[in-house]
């Protein structure tokens, strides 16, 4: 494993041990030639999967990727990153486990969207927002008032 400060080709693994949802290896890591310490982490990879973009363009799925829309979403929100780490992990799971090796990037959207409903409503809000691209205050009401809607509670233009 390459050392991320300083390019050593041959750094050590000091420590090895399951993460907290056992879907990966987590290892702290020595480099000989710098002396940092850095962790990495080990996961099985199922498949290779091809993520189909509305325009059409197709590029592999990227776990940092996924991982970091949700985070961005979830910025400076009280959610802990192992909940974040588990979600990801299982949006990954799901789609290996669905036998295809391409999936449309919507699909993985909605995917998204159902875990952060219920990891945290303003993060589902924020994502949503530029998931379905909203573009005036209105988009945000409406869709607010759908939110409100589910939870029972009477949205804007319901009748009660």
Known sequence: MRCP????LDTQVKDSRPSEDHAAIRRRR??????ERFTTFERVQLRDLMVVKKNGQRA??????????????LRKRPVDMERVEHLVTDIQRRLE???ESEVSSSVIGEMVMAGLADLDQVAYVRFASVYRNFREAKDFEEFIGRLAGDGGETGPGDDA
């Open 30 to 35: 020595l480099c000989p030639g710098c002396g």
């Open 60 to 73: 592999p799925f990227d776990r940092d990727k996924l991982a970091g829309s949700i985070t961005m979403a």
């Open 97 to 99: 486990n669905s036998g």
């Open 5 to 8: 400060y300083c390019g050593h």
